[in-house]
């Protein structure tokens, strides 16, 4: 049986990339879209590939760090479809990196107001309306390896998507009751344009005095990776695989990352078997 069939997803940052990709495999389950982002361009070229596979498609402005502007895409969905099944918050920023110290308020709050307080506000946006009609549904964040594995230079990105990989364990405890299934989607590099993250930070997240962060070698290596990252078509399929499956964490890539994870679960278990060889802990005060 196909679960998702006639069923309506919002989709953050829809318009390329992997939110793209991830349009097009639900159209290929016969969901309905709804296609938020803050590039309207996008916007209408991706509603035409989307229709062309048969999929019913909303599109709507949207700046996921705007609750305001959440509510009203909520409520555009509503009007048109009648009811929500799905969330994806895929909308994110690669935000600034480079040393510590040549990052900038403005980049930090930019990525946390992007990565972190967009899925925030879509929960409160979708949320409400997918437990309205009982019937469950499903809400797919995307994180990253950076939420797993510390990104040196990368502190701003890092932060936010460990903060994702965290929620989403939160809300999957917390909304299974309500039969709303909840992945987190960690992807290594996938050939997309989020290296060119700086096309979409609007003018609030930029001061005057902004520090260069990035070095230009840094740059050219970010998107180096980038690009010889994972087809970006592979990664809507590998979604819906996944939650058809109920995974919680969705996993695109594995050499490398795997070892590394290992390693750090291994440090950090290292670091519990401290408190029992502890001295300090085992005097009494
Ligand atoms: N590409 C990778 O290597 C990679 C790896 C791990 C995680 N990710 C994550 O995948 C998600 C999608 O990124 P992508 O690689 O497809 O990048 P992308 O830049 O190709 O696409 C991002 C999309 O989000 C939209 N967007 C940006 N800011 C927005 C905002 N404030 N409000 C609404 N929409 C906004 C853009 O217009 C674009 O359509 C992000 O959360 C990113 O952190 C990407």
């Known amino acids: 049986m196909n679960v998702f069939k006639g069923k309506t997803a919002v989709i953050s940052g829809g318009a390329e990339g992997i939110g793209l990709s991830i349009a097009k495999a639900l159209a290929r389950q016969g969901m309905q879209l709804v296609l938020a982002d803050i590039n309207e361009e996008s916007l209408v070229e991706a509603s035409t590939e989307l229709q062309a596979l048969g999929a019913s498609v909303l599109t709507a402005k949207?700046?996921?760090?705007?609750?305001?502007?959440?509510?009203?895409?909520?409520?555009q969905a509503i009007d048109r479809f009648g009811s929500v099944h799905m969330l994806v918050n895929n909308a994110g920023v690669g935000g600034e990196s480079g040393p510590f110290e040549q990052q900038g308020i403005d980049g930090w709050r930019w990525a946390v107001d992007v990565?972190?307080?967009?899925?925030?506000?879509?929960?409160?946006?979708?949320?409400?309306?997918?437990?309205?009609?009982?019937?469950?549904?499903?809400?797919?964040?995307?994180?990253?390896?950076?939420?797993?594995?510390?990104?040196?230079?990368?502190?701003?990105?890092?932060?936010?998507?460990?903060a994702v990989v965290g929620l989403s364990e939160s809300w999957a405890e917390e909304f299974a009751g309500a039969d709303i299934h909840v992945s987190v989607l960690c992807p290594g590099f996938v050939k997309t344009r989020i290296h060119e993250s700086q096309r979409n930070r609007p003018k609030r997240y930029t001061s005057e005095n902004m520090p260069k962060s990035a070095t230009e070698s840094q740059e050219l290596q970010i998107k180096r990776y980038v690009e010889s990252g994972m087809p970006v078509e592979l990664v809507g399929n590998r979604v819906v695989e996944a939650i058809a499956a109920k995974e919680l964490y969705i996993f695109t890539h594995s050499e490398g990352f795997r070892e590394a994870v290992q390693k750090r679960f291994s440090a950090i278990d290292t670091a519990f078997a401290g408190v029992s060889s502890s001295q300090c802990l085992s005097e009494t005060p």
């Open 62 to 75: 949207l700046d996921v760090a705007q609750p305001d502007q959440w509510q009203a895409v909520a409520q």
């Open 115 to 162: 990565n972190l307080m967009g899925v925030v506000y879509g929960g409160m946006a979708i949320v409400p309306l997918i437990k309205a009609h009982g019937e469950g549904g499903w809400i797919i964040n995307v994180a990253s390896m950076a939420g797993h594995l510390g990104l040196p230079m990368g502190g701003a990105y890092t932060a936010t998507k460990f």
